[in-house]
Structure formats: C-alpha cells, structure tokens
DNA sequence: CCTACCGATCGGTAGG
DNA sequence: CCTACCGATCGGTAGG
C-alpha cells in the first residue's frame, strides 16, 4: 500500500507495450495475435485483455509511446538550437539515434503508415504538426537569410528526410541486396546526410 | 479447343492476381483472407486454392508480377540511355510512372519488405541487382569523368533514391499530415527530382 | 491475474 | 470451377 502498486520497470503493463511494440513491428498487426504478445510478456490473453480492454486499444496504446516521445522531443530540440537558428545536423542526429536505438520503431511506423488507422493521421496532426510548424518557419527564415537555398521546397524538404531517415532504418538492410556490394545502414545515413546538407544549402561563396 | 483455353484480359488467374495485389498492398498478406480475394475475383474460395495452390504460393506470384516488370525494364532503360550515359532523369520518370500509375504497387514492395519472407531478398538479387550493377558502373564511370560530384556514395545514393521514391509514392499522401501545409505526392516528387540532381551532379562552372 | 468457454473465421482438402 | 467439410486459431467474455 506504500509502495506504488505496478511502477517497476518489469511492470506487466510495460512488459505487455515492449512486446506488442516489437512484434506489431516485426509481424504487423494483422500477423501478431494477443496470444503471442501475451506469450512474450510471461502472461495469459485474458490478462492482456484485462490490461488494455481490446487488441485494437493496445495498438493505440503503442502507437501514443512513440507520438508521445517525438512531442516531448521536438521542443527539447527546438528550443537547445534557437541559438543560431535550427540546425539541420541535431534533429537529424535525434531522428536517426531514435530510430536507430530501436529499429523496430521505423518498422513500427512505416506500418501504421501503410495500415493508415483512423487514429493516426488525426495524432500526427493534432500534436506533431504544430511543433513541426515551427520548424518551417525557422527554416523559412534562414531561406530569407541566404542560408538555405532559394529553389527549396521546404515542406517537402523536411518530410523526405523523415521518410527517408524511417525508410532506411526500417528496410534499408533489405533494400541493399538491390546493389552489389550492399551498402550497409551507416553507409546509406551518411549519405543521406551528405543529400541533405548539399540540397538544402546555398554553396558558400569564399 | 481451337481458341486459348484462358488467354482472356478478364481471365480468372489474372483477375485473381489483380485483386490480390490490390488487397495485399491495402490491408497486407496477414491482414487478407483468401476468402476476400476469391470474393473480389467473383469465384469460391477453393477455385483460388486450384489455381495458386496455397496462400503463400499466391503472395510469391504477386511479388514476381513486380520483379518481372524491372527485369524487362531496367535493360530497356540501360539500352535507350547508352548514348550520353544513362540519365537520371529518365530512370527517375521510369519509376515514378510505374508507381505512380498504381500506388499500390509501392505499397505491396514496402510491406513486402517489411515482412521480409525469404524469397524476396534471394530475388531481388538474384533478378534484379546484374543490372543495378550496370548501373552502378555506368555512374561510376561518369563519376571519373567529372560529371558526377566526387563525393557521393554511389550505391548509397541509387538505394536511397529508389527507398525515398517508393516510400513517397506508398504513404507520400499519409506523411504529409506532419506539416502545416500537407504538400502532396507531386510535390513531394518534384522536390526529390531537385534534391537528387542537386546532391548527385558536379555544378557546372560557366 | 487465471481457467474455462464462446462464436467466427482462418487456410486447406475431399470429392465430384 | 463448385459444395461440403476439416481442425486450428482468432479476439473476447464469464466468472472467480
């Protein structure tokens, strides 16, 4: 009773949200049964039930960890790079780190992408779009400035690095059997990172 | 028995084909029945058995309707480009027109590399990546003579124009919900044109 | 948090 | 190309 009832880090609830996120990512939705995620967490189906009232909540529920990090993310990155503008360079250090801890979360929303849940497109915009926002703005303002290319089309811009950046981390291992030698992830990043820096940037002059 | 038994365009295999890769790239392999397909093919549910065999057998011919197109395509655009070096631009078109003219082909190859079944990978190299390779060495070539920036990552740069493309075209319209002004696929692919031919071509002095 | 149970749907087969 | 049927598994509920 003085003791928090269910906040250790082996809670079942979070032991239930690990699972279901690792294999709604691997398997899909559609291929992963409560049974098994109920099997991976240590429990029965009736207590995963219990936990979340229905499959389709627990995938909500898994969806909103991921939303909710980028909500806290986005101003934390926002607000350390108001000194000297955005930088290109930390938020996309953050998106790849992010994604790259665990990959399973680009594969993860590269499914709910294409499974396009009601709930997902009415989350993204509700409480992602108006940080996002700030970012265009910022970086309309560095375009004012000379610092960022003319010919930019910075919303597109910014949304082809987000899907690029997810892209590889979720499939890029698979895509390089296209190509020869099978560039690996770090390959495929860095020069994503070299596309971005030199079509977003007017060529300094000197 | 004199004319072709099932040579018909509305042929019942092709028509089962179609629907299946209409429902596959929609809801995904798990998440489609053969119950659905079969109805939406207007026949009964062990026709379809008969003709495909099992479920599986009928994702593999789906997947190979795809590779088959690239593999009379790719040699095609290598041929028509041999004169000045193959052109970015036109294998840009190429894939663009190809998705573009039924986005759920970009859907079926994300999903189909999400769920990663053994037999993609194996041929996607094994059909696919002898002329990926002539591409590779024909940029390589243009590379020594100037024209390509000597800094890109070659390989990299091709997987990564092909992931964005693909990526863009199967969830471009669901993405875009992230920013404020939701530009659409056309957009989206304009602004991937510009960025590619930015980061790839050594600008020209004048 | 569990045991026991539910109707519905799954992929596939037998047999014609 | 179909009707009739199969065992297995699905998500979820009753009740404790």
Redesign the pocket.
């Known amino acids: 009773m003085s003791t928090a009832p269910d906040s250790h880090p082996t809670d079942?609830?979070t032991r239930i949200l690990l699972e279901a996120t690792r294999l709604f990512a691997e398997r899909g939705y559609n291929g992963?049964?409560?049974?098994?995620i109920s099997q991976a967490a240590g429990?029965?189906?009736?207590?995963l039930?219990?936990?979340f009232?229905?499959?389709?909540s627990l995938r909500e529920a898994v969806l909103g960890q991921l939303v909710k990090h980028w909500q806290a993310e986005l101003p934390r990155l926002m607000a350390a790079a108001s000194d000297g503008g955005p930088r290109l360079d930390s938020l996309m250090r953050a998106l790849f780190q992010f994604f790259l801890e665990d990959r399973n979360r680009a594969r993860l929303v590269l499914r709910e992408m294409l499974d396009a849940p009601d709930s997902l497109t009415v989350e993204l915009r509700r409480e992602l779009q108006p940080w996002t926002q700030l970012l265009v703005d910022a970086m309309r303002t560095a375009q004012g400035q000379g610092v960022i290319r003319h010919d930019v089309d910075i919303e597109s811009f910014l949304l082809l690095i987000i899907t690029t950046s997810i892209g590889v981390l979720a499939i890029g291992d698979r895509t390089k059997a296209l190509v020869p030698p099978e560039p690996g992830i770090d390959d495929q990043l860095m020069e994503l990172i070299r596309i971005a820096k030199t079509s977003l940037f007017t060529p300094r002059e000197s």
Do not use: A, E, L, N
């Open positions: 079942v609830r992963t049964s409560i049974q098994m429990i029965k189906r009736p207590t039930v219990y936990h009232g229905s499959k389709d």
